[in-house]
Structure formats: structure tokens, C-alpha cells
């Protein structure tokens, strides 16, 4: 009957199913819980609601409980509703180094994410990749000025923070230039103050953000910064100084998606 919103809203390659609602608040209600777009409109008696729902997809994710850039990528899934299997690569005793895995990324880096043949890489060009496929909920803004902005939160952390504290850096931190494990924290903890500061200083001054780093929904930017908060408390770097961070992350972290893709709640924790 709507077809023509159906085509404009997911374009050919989406799918997606009615569903009524007594009220818009319902409607509204039902769409923040399964965390998907709301296209509404009233008939004589009813709301209707259009969501994309999960898909049975040919995908898997190899990922480590503990990569905060897995954590990004298992964010964005679970925003999207997106059904993934999953491929567990231990870090910590180097199967990323195996020959099996470097066929996957010679990089010897997770995440890297299966899709029906399609070997992809990098946590925000999976998420990006994911982003266009699958386009409800949006995880960039509408304008280029917003996408831009959001974009530029997400490397912060994703090119700014992150390489400079991941597992490979620590190590060898550690076993070749002999740093101790207080020394190591203070390099990590030093990194994290750098970027935290110039983050919160931005989202104080332009107050872009709302109950996210964008406005009232998720998007690539909180997808990098609730891992990295996360990676922040485990090394026990102080956060006093980031009150907009901590808010947006912990408004993040009420949302079932993110709580869903924590380390802790991942079957290979440990
Ligand atoms: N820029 C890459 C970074 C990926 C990355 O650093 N992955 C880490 C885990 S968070 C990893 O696999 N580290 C393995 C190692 O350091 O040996 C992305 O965003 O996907």
C-alpha cells in the first residue's frame, strides 16, 4: 500500500515489515527499542510503523572480545539489527599471526567481517559499509557539515587515540624497549588525556551533541567512543576531567545494543 516510502526509505535492497501501533508514543516506543527508524503515518484507526528486521545474513565477524574495534563493529550490528555469527581470533596468544588469519588481513588486525564472500577490514570502513547496505538506522547524519563532524569524533579515537595504545604498540613497549607495567600505563593513560581533552573541549564548545556525541541518536561517532571509554576505565585512566564523554557514554551504554556488543558479554571473555 506504501510502497513508494518503503523504495525511497531503504531503496531496492532493503526489506522491511508494517506493524501497527495504537499510538504514535507506541510507535515511537517500539521503534527506540528495537532501535530503528520510525516512518509513521495515520490511517483512520491506526500508526504504522516500518522497521528493517533481522536478517538471516551470510555473515561472520572475526573478532576478540576484548578489540575495541570489534566492540565498534559489534555496536553497529547490533544498531542495525543485523544477524552475524562469529569467528573468535585470540590476540593475546597471537592467532593473529597465523597464516590462516593473515589471509584474511595480512595486516594481522581484527575486525575483519565475512559477507557472503567479501572479505572487508578496518572497523569504520566495515561500519561505513554496513552504514550504506543496511541504511536504518543511519549512523551518519543527514547534512555534510554533520556527517563531517561526526567523522572527525570517530578519528579522533579511531587514528588518533586508539593506534597509539593498541596490543602491538604495548608489546613491544614491553619486550623491546623494556617499559614496566607503570610506565606502560603512564604511556596509555597520557594518550587517552591527550584526546579526551581535545574531545571534550570541542563538544563544549560547539554543543553538537545531546543524549549522544550527536544529537538524540548513535552514530559512528559514539560507536568509537563508548569502546574507548570502556579500554579508559580498564587501564584506570582518570575521566573526572570529561564530564560530556562520560555522560555520552553512559547514556550509550543504557541502550541494548551497546550492552550487548561489551566485551563482557561476548562468549570468549575471559
Ligand atoms: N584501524 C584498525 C585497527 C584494528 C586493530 O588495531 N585491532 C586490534 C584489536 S583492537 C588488533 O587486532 N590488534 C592485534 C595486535 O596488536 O597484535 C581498525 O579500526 O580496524
Not at 570541542?202 to 548513535?218: C, I, L, Q, V
Not at 563508548?226 to 576505565?233: E, G, H, L, Y
Not at 543504557?254 to 563482557?264: H, I, V
Given at each position: ?9 531503504l ?35 491506526y ?5 528493517q528486521?533481522v536478517?538471516?545474513?551470510d ?13 565498534r563493529v ?5 544498531l542495525?539489527?543485523?544477524a ?6 585470540h590476540?593475546?596468544?597471537g ?34 559499509y ?30 588518533d ?12 613497549l ?8 607503570s610506565l ?5 593513560c ?35 567512543l ?8 580498564r ?13 555520552i557514554?553512559q ?20
Open positions: 500500500m506504501c510502497e513508494w516510502i518503503w523504495n525511497e526509505i531503496g531496492d535492497s532493503g526489506s522491511a515489515v508494517w506493524r501497527q501501533a495504537a499510538s504514535v508514543g507506541d510507535a515511537r516506543r517500539f521503534c527506540e527499542e528495537v532501535g530503528l527508524i520510525l516512518v509513521c503515518f495515520q490511517s483512520s484507526k500508526y504504522f510503523v516500518l522497521y528486521p536478517d538471516p545474513i555473515m561472520n565477524l572475526h573478532g576478540y572480545f576484548r578489540s575495541s574495534a570489534s566492540y559489534r555496536i553497529a550490528l547490533n542495525k539489527n543485523i552475524c555469527t562469529n569467528e573468535f581470533v590476540l593475546t596468544s592467532e593473529q599471526q597465523s597464516d590462516e588469519f593473515q589471509l584474511l588481513n595480512p595486516q594481522k588486525f581484527v575486525p575483519v567481517l565475512e559477507d557472503d564472500g567479501i572479505i572487508l577490514t578496518q572497523s569504520l570502513a566495515i561500519i561505513e554496513l552504514d550504506e547496505k543496511y541504511p536504518h538506522p543511519a549512523l551518519l547524519p543527514k547534512s555534510e557539515e554533520d556527517r563531517a563532524f561526526v567523522r572527525s569524533i570517530a578519528l579522533s579515537v579511531a587514528c587515540i586508539h593506534p597509539l595504545n593498541n596490543l602491538r604498540v604495548l608489546k613491544y614491553e619486550y623491546n624497549l623494556n617499559l614496566d607495567k606502560r600505563k603512564q604511556w596509555y597520557h594518550w587517552i588525556a591527550t584526546e579526551f581533552k581535545a574531545l571534550e573541549t570541542r563538544f563544549a564548545s560547539f554543543a553538537r551533541y545531546g543524549k549522544f556525541s550527536f544529537g538524540d541518536s548513535p552514530t559512528i561517532a559514539d560507536v568509537c563508548v569502546p574507548q571509554m570502556a579500554n579508559a576505565r587501564f584506570n585512566c582518570p575521566l573526572r576531567d570529561y564530564p560530556i564523554l562520560v555522560e557514554d547514556n550509550c551504554r543504557k541502550l541494548e545494543a551497546f550492552q550487548k556488543a561489551s566485551p563482557e558479554n561476548q562468549p570468549d571473555a575471559e
